[in-house]
Structures are given as C-alpha cells and as structure tokens.
C-alpha cells in the first residue's frame, strides 16, 4: 500500500460520492418509510423525527462500519483512497468511531472546518483523523 498522504481534492471528490450514494439511499428509506416509492416523500410531527433520526443513523453507521471494516467508504474505494491507522495498521471501528463523530465538527460548512484543519496539518489530516489516530492514502 502506498502510503501518501491523500490532500483535500481527491478527499472532497470521495464526500461527494458519498453524498450522491447515501441520497440514493435515503431516498429509499423515506420511500419505504412512506409505503411506496413517490416523486413527493413528506413527513410531519413525530413522523419526520423518526425519519430524520433513522436517516442521521444509517448516514453515521454507513461512515463507521465501512472504514471501521474496510478502511473505505464507497465514495473512497472509486477514489482509489483508504482510512489507516497512523502507525499502517488497517483503519479498526474505535479509530472510525472516534473520526466519524468528530466528522459533526469537521463538516461544518460543507467541510470547510475540516479543509483548513486538513491544509494546516502536517500529515493532512482532519480533526477526527488527529483525534483517531488516522491518515487517509493511496490505496
């Protein structure tokens, strides 16, 4: 495995992908949610909180048990980038967890928190990279 440093390019490229594929998915969760798949999917009252929360947590587990397991999102592996530990170790769910929450912080204006963070660290690393002892390289 190639251990370069992945920079905020090819990063924000695999969050975008990411973001088209976990939208594919809500849409399906809503979807089913609403007993049928429909152009105009709308909750109201307790209804949209309990949508809201599943989707919150599938989006959350999606980042969590794909790096945690596989050290790559969808979004990463067609970027061709993985989530290690520092040290070369594969990416374990404690290390993701820990990156995956801090990602509330980091994705703060559409990443842009977590842009600076990446473009000021030495190993271009985010916040939850720093604070899970994690790098993003080359696959």
Known sequence: MNKEKQGI???A?????DT???GILFYIIGAIYAGGLTYNIQFYGTENIAAGG???LVGFLYFVLLEGLKGQTLGKMATGIKVVKENGEPCDLISSLI?????I???IF???VGAIIIANSENNQRLGDIAGNT???KK
């Open 13 to 17: 490229l695999s969050i975008i992908l």
């Open 99 to 103: 990156r995956n929450i801090l990602r």
């Open 9 to 11: 390019g090819i990063r």
């Open 110 to 112: 559409a990443y842009i």
């Open 20 to 22: 088209i594929v976990l």
């Open 54 to 56: 599943l989707v919150s």
């Open 105 to 107: 912080i980091d994705g």
């Open 135 to 137: 790098i993003v390289v």
